[in-house]
């Protein structure tokens, strides 16, 4: 039986890949686009003892359509989600490409915010 391709250690469920995208660093249109493509694929465990992963069969109308986004929205994000390796795409010429999703990089030229310490400011009291 032929290894179907799968780009991510197998151990990462949907669940864990979407904390793991919630968590990056990543402009929202690429994390928008991250979870579209996580939600799509398939991570279920088969009943024989193979695991049965497939990615996201989607054409650019299809991912338009369903994320309720633009055609210029959709080609950004995947060009920037490629670029920093969140998604991995096998071309199917005449049909839907086969996308599937990758543990990337941080985009670099996100500017990072200093973590809040804590929710509570101490030089507000309350009225009696």
């Not at 793991?20 to 088969?46: E, F």
């Not at 633009?70 to 490409?97: C, H, N």
Request: charged share 30%; hydrophobic share 35%.
């Amino acid at each position: 039986m032929q290894q179907k391709p799968w780009f991510i250690d197998k151990s990462i469920q949907q669940a864990q890949y979407m904390n793991i995208v919630n968590a990056a660093w990543l402009p929202s249109q690429v994390k928008d686009l991250c979870r579209y493509v996580a939600s799509k694929a398939t991570w279920n465990h088969s009943k024989t003892k193979d695991k049965s992963y497939t990615g996201c069969y989607a054409t650019h109308d299809t991912i338009e359509i369903e994320m309720n986004r633009s055609r210029d929205f959709v080609r950004k994000a995947k060009k920037k989600a490629l670029e920093l390796g969140w998604i991995q795409v096998l071309e199917r010429p005449g049909t839907s490409d086969l996308i599937f999703p990758v543990i990337g990089e941080d985009d670099p030229s996100i500017t990072r915010r200093v973590k809040r310490d804590k929710w509570i400011r101490d030089d507000i009291q309350p009225i009696e």
